[in-house]
């Protein structure tokens, strides 16, 4: 069992930053691939952002390529999402989500990949 519990978001002007924590329980974090996904007012929950269990496998869903950088650090049970020049399109309630991997450089995109959610954190971006 993961417990996932997401922090950070907040309310921030188009082009500015956020960075967005996601704390994870269990002592085999660094077994489990990890993502960040997004859901904004009346849409479908989106991918946003995997990381594989070593850290070395990324991917990115192209609306954030090159502005979001998604990273974690073991020791800590933590996985990161960095959110630089956001957009008003931005805007959604940020989740983490978690999955077990045999393979440490695997990482998942489709939301059902994941076994374990945290609440979310609302992400707000004014124009």
């Known amino acids: 069992q993961v417990q996932l519990v997401e922090s950070g978001g907040g309310l921030v002007q188009a082009g500015g930053s956020l960075r967005l924590s996601c704390a994870a329980s269990g002592r085999t974090f660094s077994r489990y691939a990890m993502g960040w996904f997004r859901q904004a007012p009346g849409k479908e929950r989106e991918f946003v952002a995997a990381?594989?269990?070593?850290?070395?496998?990324?991917y990115y869903a192209d609306s954030v390529k090159g502005r979001f950088t998604i990273s974690r650090d073991n020791a800590k049970n933590t996985v990161y999402l960095q959110m630089n020049s956001l957009k008003p399109e931005d805007t959604a309630v940020y989740y983490c989500?978690?999955?077990?991997?045999?393979?440490?450089?695997?990482?998942?995109?489709?939301?059902?990949?994941?076994?374990?959610w945290g609440p979310g954190t609302q992400v707000t971006v004014s124009s």
């Open positions: 990381i594989s269990w070593s850290g070395g496998n990324t």
């Open positions: 989500a978690a999955t077990r991997t045999l393979g440490s450089g695997t990482y998942y995109v489709p939301s059902f990949e994941y076994d374990y």
